[in-house]
Structures are given as C-alpha cells and as structure tokens.
C-alpha cells in the first residue's frame, strides 16, 4: 500500500516561493500519475497539478507553478512562485495507479486517486 509524505510548507510572504516534495513508498512508483491539490479553511479541496508517468502535466496555474518528479528518489515536487495571499491552504500530495488516461478532465477528479498523504500548510501573508 502506497504510503505519501508531503513537506516543503511554510509561512511566506506574498510573492515568494517555495518548493514542497512527496515521497512515496512502493517499487512502482513511476508507473504511478502523481497530483497535487489544495484545501482551504471552509472550502473544497482543489486540484492544482498533475504529472503522469510518461511526464505529461496538467496545471491550473501553469504560470506560477511547476510539478515534477524525481522516479530515482520516489519524490514529486511542486515549485511555487509568486506566491499569493489567495494560495493559502493545506497541500495534498495524491497518487493514482490506475492505467493513464488521455482526458485532462481525469487528472482534475479527486475521485481518480487512490492514496493521499496528510498535507503541508502553506501560509502566505501579503
């Protein structure tokens, strides 16, 4: 059972940046689709990245984040910058081991994901 373990979050001011990293447990780990999402005090949890196993992305803010992985260390990673105010939540590492889809609208469902790690707080202040 694939075990997820998210770190990286912070207090940060508006317009910094910061670098959260998963790692994962499990041999099969690039054979998994890796996401990222956010939670925020009172709100649904959102989607905010994705990286299949072949290296295919998917973003909701293509212009101020970057995920990627690292298969050698079982680690994915999301770059942040130009944090905001508004990008303050609890960030979700998430894994899917199902065979890719080529949808983009998979990678947006919280459903399509079987494990979930325990989050980081990421906090920006203006």
């Known amino acids: 059972q694939v075990q997820l373990v998210e770190s990286g979050g912070g207090l940060v001011q508006a317009g910094d940046s910061l670098r959260l990293a998963c790692a994962a447990s499990?041999?099969?780990?690039?054979?998994?689709?890796m996401a990222w999402f956010r939670q925020a005090p009172g709100k649904e949890r959102e989607f905010v990245a994705a990286?299949?196993?072949?290296?295919t992305t998917y973003y909701v803010d293509s212009a101020r984040f970057i995920i990627s992985r690292d298969n050698a260390k079982n680690t994915v990673y999301l770059q942040m910058n130009s944090l905001k105010p508004e990008d303050t939540a609890v960030y979700y590492c998430?894994?899917?081991?199902?065979?890719?889809?080529?949808?983009?609208?998979?990678?947006?469902?919280?459903?399509?994901?079987?494990?979930w790690g325990q989050g980081t707080q990421v906090t920006v202040s203006s």
């Open positions: 998430a894994a899917d081991p199902a065979r890719p889809y080529s949808s983009a609208s998979y990678y947006y469902t919280r459903g399509n994901y079987d494990y």
């Open positions: 499990g041999r099969t780990f690039g054979r998994y689709t």
């Open positions: 990286i299949r196993s072949g290296g």
